[in-house]
């Protein structure tokens, strides 16, 4: 184990001791964006379960996929936090072999049974055939979010507990198409539901690839009325699966685990449906990007954290706060000593890229975004201007500001192995 992970560990000496191994339930979700959760200020939408989680847990308000080769960014996504490694660095997804380490297999070599419940499609399945169970259920609209939470909870009731349990359970919700059980679409009417400030009717210029499939269900020029519906929907799916983590949740009191299972909530990446920037996908890097991660469990603090994080820093965390060897070749940072309260920060800015399209970097203040193909740029103050509206690149003032982060993207493409032409 590392000397990082003895000092992170001493927060979680109920985990590394006589204490029996805690359980691990890490929820995947697909393209829920970051404010999507009540409790982190979303007063639109309905999210108990996920609010009881915040509010006994901790969660980090700056995660990120490192992005995509591909439209379906949910398929490198999940194949970098199934193996701990970057973009560049991942087997493909539709890999039939692979030797390097996934998290199966490294809490299966920590004495953990092991289950996979998701989607089959867009993920990484030679990492979900690692699993001591695996359960794959494709998209089915409605009774996807309750068919994926059936087979967790059949597993939780029939577990003899002479292991403690990793359960991985990544389903295709709230992901298009959305459509949700008719009781949770009842809890929005599309006339109430508020746009982002950053609605706009179309992407105010052509970014390199404007016709991409997400783009594509909704007409351009956007409506505020047509926005309004998707985010109703786009609503009715997560509360759909609020409603399925409770019904686990509960399982999991019932048989005495809940006190013992550490609780991961994530999603594989966020998305701008409601026409953000005049957008409704994930194949960009505005800051809709970003998933919601909430950690919550024994040992674990109340908190927040606004440090600069990969979703693929999980693999890590997840090893360390069980006590768990993380193995060789995994590249995320783990997490457990912000949790810990050792450290603020596990690296200093952040490298994002989609397709030959677009690059992205940002430290805790600046953010730029190159489009190679328009040869463009934007930069933005985050710190005054959250949302994304005001493109400083331009201004005089600025220009020391924006050769030092191209310098630095220039630097980032070097060391995450971008395949690209680095910016010049």
Not at 224 to 250: F, Q, T, V, W
Request: glycine fraction near 8%; hydrophobic fraction near 40%; charge should be positive.
């Amino acid at each position: 184990m590392r000397l990082l992970s003895l000092l992170a560990v001493a927060l979680f000496a109920s985990v590394a001791s006589a204490a029996p191994k805690p359980n691990i339930l890490f929820v995947l979700a697909d393209d829920q964006r970051f404010d999507t959760i009540a409790a982190l200020g979303n007063q639109e939408i309905h999210t108990p379960n996920l609010d009881k989680l915040v509010g006994r847990g901790f969660h980090f308000t700056n995660a990120y996929c490192q992005g995509s080769m591909v439209p379906a960014v949910c398929a490198p996504s999940r194949t970098m936090i199934l193996t701990g490694r970057s973009l560049f660095r991942i087997p493909s997804p539709q890999a039939k072999t692979y030797d390097g380490p996934t998290l199966p297999g490294a809490f299966d070599a920590a004495g953990y049974a092991t289950l996979h419940v998701g989607k089959p499609g867009n993920s990484f399945r030679v990492a979900h055939q690692k699993f001591g169970k695996n359960v794959e259920i494709a998209h089915q609209s409605a009774p996807t979010a309750q068919k994926c939470a059936d087979a967790v909870i059949d597993f939780v009731k029939s577990h003899d507990g002479k292991k403690p349990f990793f359960v991985y359970l990544a389903p295709s919700v709230p992901h298009d198409p959305r459509v949700a059980p008719g009781e949770f679409h009842k809890l929005y009417d599309p006339a109430k539901i508020t746009l982002s400030k950053n609605f706009m009717k179309q992407h105010p210029f052509d970014n390199g690839e404007l016709n991409v499939r997400d783009e594509k269900l909704a007409p351009v020029p956007r409506t505020e009325d047509e926005m309004r519906k998707h985010l109703a929907d786009y609503y009715a799916c997560i509360s759909n699966l609020d409603h399925e983590l409770g019904r686990i949740l509960d399982a999991l009191a019932k048989a005495k685990q809940e006190e013992n299972t550490i609780v991961i909530f994530t999603s594989d990446q966020g998305l701008a449906v409601g026409g953000r920037h005049g957008l409704m996908g994930k194949q960009n890097l505005y800051e809709h990007f970003k998933s919601p991660l909430v950690i919550a469990g024994p040992g674990v603090p109340k908190g927040k954290s606004d440090a600069l994080v990969y979703l693929f820093d999980l693999f890590p965390t997840v090893c360390e706060l069980v006590g768990a060897d993380i193995p060789k070749g995994v590249e995320g940072k783990s997490l457990a000593p912000i949790l810990a309260g050792k450290e603020t920060k596990v690296r200093d800015h952040l490298f994002a890229a989609y397709k030959d399209v677009q690059r992205m970097v940002r430290d805790g203040q600046w953010k730029l975004i190159w489009y190679p193909k328009v040869e463009r740029f934007q930069l933005f103050d985050l710190s005054t201007d959250p949302v994304e509206m005001k493109d400083l690149s331009g201004d005089k003032v600025h220009a020391k500001k924006l050769e030092e982060i191209r310098a630095l993207l220039s630097r980032e493409q070097k060391t995450w192995g971008d395949t690209a032409p680095l910016i010049k």
